[in-house]
């Protein structure tokens, strides 16, 4: 039996009700992860281009969607969205509505070997694209004391920033910090968090993530090209999981001079919430071209 998590898309209903999709639209799914959102625009009879980085879950959503006999109106493309919607491959003003999930999907954290997730014990790895040269153990174990703080700080909003980076300063001159588990731990040991339901790692794990995937300036590179290839009346869907990239989202949204409407932070219905945990930071926000 396949895993549940890995056939629940975030804010799936509201995606579909704001992309409208219908036979004869076509639109761009830039982080297709296993297809979710996308198998509901092909099950409307629309046209989709899904593109992913991670060869892995490109194969596996390839895979799906020819499953499920919706495959003739769908099209992959295996690269980063902000590569993919920068270049020639995809013609501007075409589209009725560009998709962008943003964050790490849930077959990379459930995949162990891919280091994205401090559940499981393995190599410090968190790249999207294997094909990166840099990974996460690189990043911990390379940085300075500075850069690590910085690190911390901006991109997983750390509090406790410094007192960790000292632990791992400190770690780092017996042996280099190897694997998910070692990392872990040695912030659970640094780290109190009694009024909070999240991991003490959680904030070190995302932003080691972001890093690595230099998640901030893809997004920023993307929005602009993302927007290029609307038709008028399109619509670009953006759901985010970080306080700092929804600030992005919003300031793109907001220098636009030909938005027909934008919209404030939707999220998950408590139900949703309930029943898919990954969800409960999500926020999405759309803008319509003129």
Known sequence: MENKLLHTPVLLSEVV?????????????????????????????????????????????????TGSGLSANFTSLHSSFASALDGDRLEPSKYSGVLMDLGVSSYQLDTPERGFSFRHDAPLDMRMNKDLAVTAKDLINGLGKNELIELFSTLGEEYAA??????????????????????????????TRSKSHLHPATKVFQALRMAVNTEREELKAALPSAWSKLTSGGVLVVISFHSLEDEIVKNFFASLKDILEVSDIITPSLDEQYDNRRSRSAKLRYGRKA
Do not use: C, F
């Open 162 to 191: 410094k007192k960790i980076v000292a632990a791992i300063l400190d770690a780092r001159k017996t042996k280099p910090i190897e694997s998910t588990a070692e990392l872990a731990s040695l912030v659970a040991r640094n780290v």
């Open 17 to 65: 009700k704001i992309m409208a999709p219908e036979p004869g639209k076509m639109y761009i799914d830039a982080t297709l992860g296993y297809g979710g959102h996308t198998l509901e625009l092909l099950k409307a009879g629309a046209s989709v281009v899904g593109i992913d980085q991670d060869a892995d879950i490109l194969e596996l959503a390839q895979k799906r969607i």
